[in-house]
């Protein structure tokens, strides 16, 4: 199937580190994406991974992937107020060029 | 290099009208992609478009929704007849060339509204 699969909120501290969790079902997935949707607005790419990787290491983001449970994190290195938004796995599927999003995760930093 | 653009950025339709979203690519991107984000939920995929050329429309609504890429000008989203469901967000996203291994570029959404 296409289903990509994320946890709906984060509450974090300002200043914490934040974990958002993506899951999939589909094996065959090449490049895996997070962008982060701010309210309004359109969507900004965060980074990506190919599926060959299991670590990317950009400033304060590290994404993680693990292959054998379908399991893809963005960790936020000192979470920031700047950094409430809502942020979105997504996938591309062999063969294919269309992105396959997940359901999102809503970020909020409190102070 | 300005990033994808998109007109208009709300529109307001009653049922039974027409609505025609605009998506220009980033400067030297040729191929084009609408998805539509219903409230609280993901985007979801619709149509992959090159120029003059639909290629993937496997996400399109079978009827009175179309999409076009022309050779000139912008690739335009046309939903016929709109009804209270459509109202969702649109958005476009344009790649220098297609294959999975390109980075989509979102622009900022069309918000429609359907009264």
């Known amino acids: 199937g296409e289903d990509v699969e994320q946890s709906l909120f984060l509450s974090v501290r300002e200043g914490d580190s934040s974990v958002i969790n993506c899951t999939y079902t589909?094996?065959?997935?090449?490049?895996l994406y997070w962008y982060k949707q701010e309210p309004g607005a359109g969507l900004q790419l965060l980074t990506y991974i190919f599926s060959n990787m299991d670590m990317k290491q950009d400033q304060r983001l590290t994404v993680l992937l693990n292959k054998k449970d379908k399991h893809l994190s963005l960790r936020i290195a000192d979470t920031q107020t700047g950094d409430s938004a809502i942020y979105f796995c997504?996938?591309?599927?062999?063969?294919?060029?269309?992105?396959?999003f997940g359901t999102g995760t809503r970020l909020q930093v409190f102070p | 290099n300005a990033g994808v653009m998109q007109n208009p950025r709300h529109l307001v339709r009653r049922r039974g009208q027409e609505a025609r979203l605009r998506c220009s690519p980033m400067k030297g991107h040729s191929h084009v992609y609408w998805y539509r984000q219903l409230p609280e939920e993901g985007l979801k995929f619709m149509v992959y478009?090159?120029?003059?050329?639909?290629?993937?429309e496997s996400g399109m609504p079978k009827e009175r929704f179309s999409a076009e890429f022309p050779k000139e000008g912008p690739s335009i989203l046309r939903i016929q007849q709109v009804v209270r469901g459509d109202s969702a967000a649109y958005f476009c996203?344009?790649?220098?060339?297609?294959?999975?291994?390109?980075?989509?570029?979102f622009g900022p959404g069309t918000r429609l509204l359907v009264l």
């Open positions: 589909d094996s065959s997935s090449t490049y």
């Open positions: 996203a344009s790649s220098a060339t297609g294959g999975a291994r390109e980075t989509q570029y």
């Open positions: 478009l090159q120029k003059e050329n639909i290629i993937d």
């Open positions: 997504a996938r591309t599927i062999y063969n294919t060029d269309k992105l396959i």
